[in-house]
């Protein structure tokens, strides 16, 4: 890998001061590695033009105006599920092949306005509905790691696997994703990256096109934790465009060298401890506990007793809003349009048909079954009272009595596995394995954080998840930065 694109974001500003490079000679390397690496197919759309113009107005900050923004020069991809304007906006779906936003999503605006540098849209499972970055119709998107041009190569994790791959192969220094159930979790876990997902709310999901809005939250993917974190403080905070996020000021999270973890109580729930995990994986959970108690952490078993119907539930409610949602696109006002000639309901139809592949069709019928006056009660009602035992589940281990600071789980349940062996199974299937321990987070609204530790039998990497309660960013980020300096995971030198 060319050592030049792995600069984290302090050494890529260092190099612009040392005049050792410049905003348009990184941006221009940058989109060299994803065209190098376009095998992976990290890439819906590389917007070199944009990244090249966001490159000019970085230099003039740097070396003319002096006035330099804290993202000046750096590279990011964007999940092509947030919208940007002029720049096509596709979900990696039929039905918005050709639609052109014509405004940009909060997240976005925020970054272009701290002086990101655009260098792509990312691939994406359709509509984000999987676990792998499989079911785009641009094609799969494949792991950096282990990737030698052979037929049977090791996916990248879903849905924001695109933006997993664009990070872990040196064509940006961080990445944006979406994150519903797991979706940037579980592909930084697979691709050796760092994966934040916030506290609901704190980040604006206006301009992100909607998969199930009571859970979506757009999340950050970068090389280490230090890079997750100036992102998100530079998208951080209200928005008056989205009624949902939190209304008081954020306050810059800032994180310090050698945090100390003496009298950090955390918790290890056992409920995690799930069949199917694999062995290196529980080894590498018991190895970073060990770790901790060595830093004087306080470690406790915890039970989150509804775990165990979590996944039903994240199914039943994602489904439910995902029918709701889909319903917009009818061939009339948004989305495709068929050459249907005969009625109303046959163009309705047909777009529906053509514009959506088999898992997104198969959710949105099961969403209305389930929504059905017959059915309403009997699973979407009973859904959603067993999704706020869940949440109590956390309160308690946060609030209670017994109380811990943060949760240590987890990420995905083995390292990333083979295409092959992947696309074997259903997408219902693959998603209640592979979103196991991450989307409890969502259905609470808690902030979650993926560290990669270190690599398996394979040479692949295995990621543990840090939760914590409701804006605990700070100590949440703080600790995992303790951590990844504790483990020292080879990210460097073990991209391809």
Request: charged letters at 20%; glycine letters at 6%.
């Amino acid at each position: 890998m060319n050592k030049l694109t792995s600069f984290t974001i302090k050494e890529v500003h260092k190099a612009y001061r040392d005049k050792l490079l410049t905003p348009t000679s990184f941006v221009d390397l940058c989109l060299q590695k994803a065209k190098q690496t376009s095998e992976l197919n990290a890439f819906v759309n590389v917007t070199e033009d944009v990244a090249e113009n966001h490159a000019i107005d970085s230099e003039k900050r740097f070396y003319i105006d002096k006035k330099i923004k804290p993202l000046d020069g750096v590279t990011i991809a964007i999940k092509d599920n947030f919208c940007t304007k002029n720049i096509t906006t596709t979900c990696a779906s039929e039905m918005l092949r050709n639609f052109v936003p014509t405004y940009d999503a909060t997240v976005y605006a925020k970054l272009i306005k701290s002086g990101a540098c655009l260098i792509g849209k990312s691939n994406l499972d359709e509509f984000a509905m999987g676990s792998g970055t499989v079911d785009s119709i641009f094609g799969p998107t494949r792991n950096s790691w282990g990737y030698n041009g052979e037929t049977d190569w090791r996916i990248a994790g879903g849905s924001s696997g695109g933006s997993a791959v664009a990070v872990s192969s040196g064509a940006c220094i961080a990445a944006i994703g979406s994150d519903t159930g797991g979706s940037t979790r579980n592909p930084a876990a697979l691709c050796g990256v760092v994966g934040v997902k916030p506290t609901y709310g704190l980040v604006s999901r206006y301009g992100l096109i909607p998969l199930v809005n009571s859970m979506d939250v757009p999340g950050i993917l970068a090389r280490n934790i230090d890079d997750a974190t100036e992102i998100l403080n530079c998208i951080a905070g209200p928005d008056n465009l989205d009624s949902t996020t939190i209304k008081r000021k954020f306050q810059p999270i800032e994180i310090q060298e050698n945090f100390d973890l003496s009298n950090l109580r955390i918790g290890i729930p056992s409920e995690y401890h799930c069949e199917g995990m694999n062995e290196e994986v529980i080894d590498t959970w018991r190895w970073v506990a060990d770790l901790l108690e060595n830093e004087k952490a306080l470690l406790k078993t915890v039970s989150l007793p509804h775990t165990s119907v979590s996944i039903a539930v994240y199914s039943i409610l994602n489904q439910c809003e995902v029918a709701s949602n889909m319903a917009r696109y009818d061939g009339l006002e948004f989305g495709l349009r068929t050459n249907e000639d005969y009625s109303t309901e046959e163009l309705y139809a047909s777009s529906r048909s053509q514009g959506f592949n088999n898992v997104v069709r198969s959710r949105i019928f099961a969403g209305n079954y389930f929504l059905l006056t017959r059915n309403y009660e009997k699973y979407f009602l009973k859904a959603l009272k067993l999704r706020r035992l869940i949440a109590n589940d956390f309160n308690f281990v946060f609030n209670g009595d017994n109380r811990v600071d943060l949760l240590l789980t987890p990420t995905t349940l083995s390292d990333a596995p083979l295409y092959g062996d992947f696309v074997s199974k259903h997408n219902r299937d693959q998603c209640a394995l592979q979103d196991y321990c991450t989307q409890p987070a969502n259905m609470a609204g808690i902030p979650a954080v993926s560290i990669p530790i270190r690599l398996s039998k394979s040479n692949l990497p295995l990621s543990l998840q840090l939760m914590g309660p409701n804006m605990s960013e700070q100590l949440l980020l703080n600790v995992a930065k303790r951590i990844e300096s504790i483990v020292k995971f080879p990210i460097l030198d073990s991209i391809k």
